[in-house]
């Protein structure tokens, strides 16, 4: 049998989104491609990776996120696994808080579903990345594009997707030379929450979907502020404790929060980011960390997939920049 590459391309998230922990999240201008070379006997598959967090991966298929999700809903189908040969490109950050094991998750269930013919529908699509991935502000912004808001009771999945950012609206995200890891960062979270925190939350976090919704950006640094998780998971990185107050007093910045679990920081800004990214910079260096800074957009369009290779590069009006290291910009 005949078999053309097929290539996807999956865009970087940002999750947790300041007050809309296991909630809210968005899609970011930055892209891991998963190209599947040719097919393969049923159960049989070869992986390679390259870019970020090669290193970290082995060549078994079984250390493959992309492979296992693939396995995974094939079982939730009743499906028999198509064998393929997978190539990673990665470009995403490696255990930094921008969703990399997400794009993973929503290439791997993408796949069971083209492979098998079987044209699942988008809800189903995404109920089963959810179940793989344990929560949806993720995986949802990461299939879908854009902002989204979800809700998981554990079974089934409700989301809306919020309107996109403005054209002259910039994400500016600094990724520290630390990772943090998921289950540290949950584990620094309090087990009982006061009171007036989580009012204090429910009103963020409504203020954020409805100024968003309706485009009040003025009001995101208000929506954005969180009680429930960011004031314990900027312990657990060098500069996390003083970053945000730092970046959000800047001209032109509108909102700034810990991307995921961390260390990534994002601000989103209007107009010059380079302001905001200096700050950064000079925050992570003080603290004697290295960094890696890119300046993206919104990404409305989210996982793709196409016939062909090489997939489309990122491109320039997408918000796609050279990234900066070591604490110079």
């Known amino acids: 049998m005949s078999w053309v590459p097929l290539a996807l391309r999956v865009p970087a998230t940002s999750a947790n989104l300041g007050s809309g922990f296991d909630t809210l999240g968005m899609a970011l201008s930055l892209y891991n491609v998963f190209i599947v070379r040719e097919l393969r006997e049923n159960n049989d598959f070869a992986c390679t990776a390259v870019g970020e967090g090669a290193f970290d991966l082995t060549n078994d298929p079984s250390d493959n996120m992309v492979i296992s999700s693939y396995l995974k ?178 001209t032109g910045c509108v909102g700034v929060a810990i991307s995921g679990s961390g260390p990534t920081v994002v601000a989103l800004v209007r107009g010059a980011p380079s302001p905001v990214a200096r700050e950064m910079c000079r925050t992570f260096s003080e603290h004697g960390v290295d960094s890696q800074f890119f300046v993206l957009k919104g990404c409305a369009e989210g996982m793709t997939l196409q016939e062909s290779w090489p997939a489309q590069a990122p491109r320039e009006e997408d918000g796609y920049y050279e990234t900066v290291r070591g604490g110079r910009l």
Not at 103 to 129: H, P, Q
Not at 156 to 182: C, G
């Open 73 to 250: 809903a094939c079982e939730l189908w009743g499906l028999t696994p198509q064998g393929f040969s997978l190539e990673c490109h990665n470009v995403i950050p490696f255990c930094r808080g921008l969703g990399s094991s997400s794009t993973a998750v929503v290439a791997g269930v993408a796949l069971a579903d083209r492979l098998s013919g079987r044209r699942t529908d988008e809800a189903e699509l995404l109920r089963v990345m959810t179940l793989i991935e344990g929560h949806p502000d993720n995986v949802a912004p990461c299939f879908l594009g854009g902002m989204v808001v979800s809700c998981w009771d554990g079974k089934e999945l409700r989301f809306v997707k919020l309107p996109p950012l403005p054209e002259d609206m910039y994400v500016v995200a600094a990724v520290p030379d630390v990772r943090v890891r998921t289950h540290d960062a949950r584990n620094a979270l309090p087990r009982d929450v006061p009171f007036g925190d989580a009012v204090f939350n429910l009103g963020r976090a409504a203020l954020l979907c409805a100024a968003w919704a309706t485009r009040q950006w003025d009001l995101l640094s208000w929506g954005m502020d969180d009680r429930l998780h960011q004031p314990f998971r900027s312990r657990l990185f060098p500069g996390g404790e003083v970053i945000m107050d730092r970046v959000r007093s800047n």
